[in-house]
């Protein structure tokens, strides 16, 4: 089974600054890496898929990169409604065995 | 517009078997590239992948509940069905549906629609 793990587990970042995320896998998924963000209470909402390309509806301020083992979103300038919990996925196995990272918490500092 | 819902018992007893139903519209199972999931999610923890079943009738589970798991879908009720044995207190979640697609090649795209979940709790 492929791991995700991502770091770090609470980021604290005032309104208007730049977040960086980082996720890793535990063997090569290539691009095939997602990134989700859920609020409280709310199913997960799609942002990033295919490492880079925001998913429709997504604000130009989330970006993605990376490849292989290493990816990171970046929120450039943290709106009020981006505070919330980030988990990236691999879809990059066949037969299908996706797995999740244990997000980030991004919370007001 | 694409919609899911999940429904289900609220409370099951330790040992029971778990039945949830996830109806859809806005897409078909019978389209291929088509695929539903479940993903659950204990109170305040991760996501975990649970099942998928694709328009094809194929079906894949995780590795570690694979024992405990049956997939299945009614395309002309546009619904598909997950049930899972021999439930424990450790199966409280939230269980979500979501749609994927398969685009060949063995590959696919990530889960773009949720259901908003249903919280099941496991408790005698």
């Known amino acids: 089974e492929i791991v995700m793990t991502q770091s770090p587990a609470t980021l604290s970042v005032s309104p208007g600054e730049r977040a960086t995320l980082s996720c890793r896998a535990s063997?090569?998924?290539?691009?095939?890496l997602a990134w989700y963000q859920q609020k409280p209470g709310q199913a997960p909402r799609l942002l990033i898929y295919g490492a880079s390309t925001r998913a429709t509806g997504i604000p130009a301020r989330f970006s993605g990169s990376g490849s292989g083992t290493e990816f990171t979103l970046t929120i450039s300038s943290l709106q009020s409604e981006d505070f919330a919990v980030y988990y990236c996925q691999q879809y990059n196995n066949w037969p299908p065995k996706f797995t999740f990272g244990p997000g980030t918490k991004v919370d007001i500092k | 517009q694409v919609t899911l819902r999940e429904s289900g018992p609220a409370l099951v007893k330790p040992t029971q078997t778990l039945t949830l139903t996830c109806t859809f519209s806005?897409?078909?199972?019978?389209?291929?590239?088509?695929?539903v999931s479940w993903i659950r999610q204990p109170p305040g923890k991760a996501l975990e992948w649970l099942a998928l079943i694709d328009w094809d009738d194929d079906k894949y589970y995780s590795t570690s509940l694979k024992t405990r798991l049956t997939i299945s879908k009614d395309t002309s009720k546009n619904q598909v069905v997950l049930t899972m044995t021999n439930m424990d207190p450790v199966d409280t979640a939230t269980y979500y549906c979501?749609?994927?697609?398969?685009?060949?090649?063995?590959?696919?795209?990530?889960?773009?629609?949720w259901g908003q979940g249903t919280l099941v709790t496991v408790s005698s």
């Open positions: 806005g897409f078909s199972l019978s389209t291929s590239g088509m695929c």
């Open positions: 063997q090569s998924v290539s691009s095939n």
């Open positions: 979501a749609r994927i697609r398969y685009y060949g090649s063995g590959s696919y795209l990530p889960f773009d629609y």
